[in-house]
């Protein structure tokens, strides 16, 4: 169970991935072919919908793959000790190191729902070669990545400068990834019964239209005010990577409360991106992240407050994904590259053995994780179109 | 903003000096519970594969930050 927790943590913490120009208005457009965009067609808010519950879906069987895969490697007789955390480094280095490099791919050739088939086919062919671990765990995490980009580009070009659908596009992964780590460590169930599922998924994928707004107009604006947004988010999703796999209790390993955690884990990024765009992306980014800090900072004596730590960290997460977008505005599959990224360097240095778990390193951390966010946001302080309209237009 | 990107290239070059330690029994507790099975077989290069993916994909985004910051400026 402790080996499902260490697998789990991080993505409770929120990798690793859009918001309201209301998708029933004119600029929403959609188009059977992904490399049209840009045309003009009908939009509805229930397209939209299908669409994410469609990708939502995906995230979850596509995250229950990987984590069955790699559950089912690790918890092998033979795997040794260390070998288990190198099969962990290795998927993470793969599904979270990629993705910028396969994010700049679909924002050049602007093919995101190829990315988001291929990806689903490349992870779910992983769970056909049981005999060649090496393979399985290279498959998923390959396949893992494509896939994010995809779907992360799609969720983010949905509704631009809102941070609602990418926090539900989200959300369900983390449930993906508890019902495949059970899959892999128990073994009552062959994960293969999750092949057709990503197969007849991929099928809907193929055939569903690809909605997106117009392309938004590049924009000349300050380089170094630029780069100092893009590097206070990408340092708080590197902090909030680094509080998920430091905040490891004992109390963990007993099933029920991981699945109310887990649950607290998808609530939060649910509803982050729906309350940031109703009272203001920093409003709720900094004001959820200082909430946490009361119930993190006791967490080590009262485990129970994890459960709102978390839920109130990860509050936050759509808010960063969509503000990395909009930073970058033209390319939104490597803005959430960059956002697992980070996700991935935040948590190395725990994977590696940094001793910092203390209530004080976590206030620290969280007090930290603050003043990123409230730096970052700033320009999205009163309005998320702020920095587009007045600050940066030509 | 200079000394950001300088931490984020110096990760993929300090890690190898971090890995030597993870193999080895310093692997933090709760991730890693203790096994009984002897390793005979020699171990796949896992982490140096992994290092080498984290540092190409950290190098590609610093390129590619400069391109989008150079053709901002233009």
Excluded at chain 1, 269 to 293: E, F, H, N, T
Excluded at chain 2, 42 to 58: K, R
Aim: hydrophobic share 55%; with cysteine; charged share 10%.
């Amino acid at each position: 169970m402790n080996r499902l927790v260490a697998f789990v943590k991080p993505y409770l913490q929120g990798d690793a991935r859009s918001g309201d120009l209301p998708v029933t208005r004119q600029n929403i457009s959609v188009s059977a072919d992904p490399s049209h965009l840009s045309s003009r067609v009908i939009g509805s808010r229930v397209n939209a919908a299908a669409i994410l519950s469609l990708y939502g879906t995906a995230h979850l069987v596509v995250d229950a793959i990987c984590a069955a895969v790699v559950f089912r490697i690790a918890s092998a007789e033979n795997t040794p000790a260390d070998g288990f955390v190198g099969v962990i480094l290795l998927y993470h280095a793969l599904a979270f190191g990629l993705q910028a490099v396969f994010g700049i791919a679909v924002d050049v050739t602007r093919m995101p729902r190829l990315a988001a088939v291929l990806g689903c086919l490349v992870t779910a062919s992983a769970l056909v070669c049981p005999s060649i671990p090496l393979l399985g765990i290279v498959l998923s995490g390959i396949g893992n990545a494509m896939f994010h980009v995809g779907g992360g580009y799609i969720s983010l070009r949905i509704t631009p400068q809102r941070a609602t659908v990418p926090g539900l596009f989200v959300a369900p992964g983390s449930l993906g990834l508890l019902l495949g780590a059970i899959l892999g460590t128990t073994g009552k169930l062959d994960p293969i019964v999750l092949l057709p599922i990503a197969l007849v998924l991929c099928v809907l994928m193929a055939l569903s239209p690809v909605l997106a707004a117009e392309p938004v107009p590049r924009r000349n604006s300050s380089s170094g005010r630029r780069e100092f947004v893009l590097g206070c988010i990408l340092l708080a999703i590197g902090i909030r990577s680094l509080l998920g796999f430091l905040l490891v209790f004992s109390w963990e390993s007993q099933a029920v409360l991981l699945v109310v955690l887990t649950l607290a884990t998808v609530a939060g990024k649910a509803l982050g991106g729906v309350l940031a765009d109703r009272w203001g992306w920093m409003q709720v980014a900094v004001g959820s992240a200082i909430a946490a800090l009361p119930f993190l900072a006791c967490a080590s004596t009262y485990p129970v407050l994890l459960i709102p730590g978390m839920l109130l960290v990860n509050l936050g997460m759509p808010v960063t994904l969509a503000a990395m977008a909009e930073a970058l505005p033209g390319y939104p599959g490597f803005a959430f590259g960059l956002t697992c990224l980070a996700v991935l360097i935040g948590g190395l240095p725990p994977l590696l053995g940094a001793p910092v778990k203390d209530p004080a390193s976590i206030s620290l951390m969280v007090l930290l994780l603050s003043a990123a966010l409230y730096c970052g946001l700033r320009p999205w302080s009163f309005n998320p179109s702020i920095m587009d309209t007045e600050q940066e237009c030509e | 903003m200079k000394s950001i990107l300088a931490c984020f290239v110096a990760v993929p070059l300090l890690l190898p000096l971090a890995l030597p330690a993870a193999r080895g029994d310093m692997i933090p507790g709760p991730y890693v519970p203790k096994r009984d099975v002897e390793v005979i077989e020699e171990p796949l290069p896992v982490y140096e594969i992994a290092w080498s993916v984290v540092a190409v994909s950290m190098v590609v985004s610093l390129v590619v930050l400069r391109l989008v910051r150079q053709r901002n400026v233009n």
